[in-house]
């Protein structure tokens, strides 16, 4: 039997069981309840079938689905289960189908291989499947890298808004880049200068990995060229929240150069 809510998918005999289930319910108006014991009764190849299991499914699977066009709706129901229960291995569909067949169960890739899912080739219909779900987990990992700035950059206008104060620095440390992506740094705060204070341009960065490794855009190093001392790179390691500071000229030994035809476009950094 499948329990619903379960992060696994179900097996054969249970979506061949619920198949049976809605088509004879399409055809006969009966309880599900009834059409199982019907199903069971008629033929001992249902009989074999898990209709428990269907009929858990039953109630929470889409009603459209009638399963007269097997795998095409048998595909439909699989994206509805993946997107809805996100069962531990969905985080490898970005990765390909081979990551995904290598992660789940026996039972779960008999299931996906019934809908034709790991066929060589693949069609389109079948292609437009994984595409749609490597779509929808690579947006989930950008919202969360999204929040994770988010947080960076609130920690940061904390750290700059105590730091300013020490300093006697009567000024608001500014989030720019919320309001324009284009200036090349997210924080504008500020230094003591000789008689006022001077800007201090912050790049906010953060990391979960240890220790934490950053992205340095070709774009945001041009940026920091461009102001010199006055560049700062924070790198927030989280969820410790805890703080590196680098300066311009720190970071500039760990910045590739072009070659021949070549041109870098990023940079991966670790921040020790």
């Known amino acids: 039997m499948v329990v619903e809510g379960g992060t696994h998918l179900p097996s054969m005999s249970t979506i061949e069981a619920l ?34 299991g269907a009929l858990v499914l039953h109630a929470v699977a889409p009603p459209e689905l009638t399963f007269e066009s097997f795998d095409s709706d048998l595909r439909t129901y699989l994206e509805h289960l993946i997107e809805n229960r996100r069962p531990w291995w969905r985080r490898f569909f970005p990765a390909g189908r081979t990551h995904v067949a290598s992660a789940v169960s026996d039972v779960e890739r008999q299931t ?32 969360h890298r999204s929040e994770q700035g988010g947080e960076a950059e609130l920690l940061t206008l904390a750290y700059e808004r105590e730091r300013l104060s020490k300093l006697g620095i009567e000024l608001e440390p500014e989030l720019v880049g919320f309001e324009s992506s284009g200036v090349g740094y997210d924080i504008k705060s500020f230094d003591q200068g000789p008689e006022l204070p001077v800007n201090r341009l ?38 410790e929240k805890e703080l590196t500071i680098r300066q311009f000229a720190e970071m500039e030994a760990h910045i590739p150069s072009d070659a021949g035809k070549g041109c870098w476009l990023s940079v991966e950094i670790e921040i020790d």
Not at 22 to 32: E, G, I, S, W
Not at 122 to 128: A, D, G, L
Not at 217 to 235: C, D, H, L, N
């Open 112 to 143: 996906l291989s019934a809908a034709k899912l790991f066929e060589q080739p693949p069609s389109p219909t079948v292609m437009e499947w994984w595409y749609r779900i490597q779509a929808s987990v690579r947006s989930e990992h950008d919202l």
């Open 19 to 52: 198949a049976a289930l809605r088509q004879y319910l399409k055809a006969n108006d009966v309880l599900p309840v009834e059409a199982a014991e019907a199903l069971v009764a008629t033929s001992p190849s249902f009989a074999s079938n898990d209709y428990e």
């Open 202 to 239: 912050i790049e906010v960065k953060s990391s979960t990995r240890k220790p934490p490794r950053i992205v340095v855009p070709r774009t945001e190093w041009e940026a920091a060229i461009k102001y010199g001392s006055s560049y700062y790179f924070y790198v927030w390691a989280l969820p």
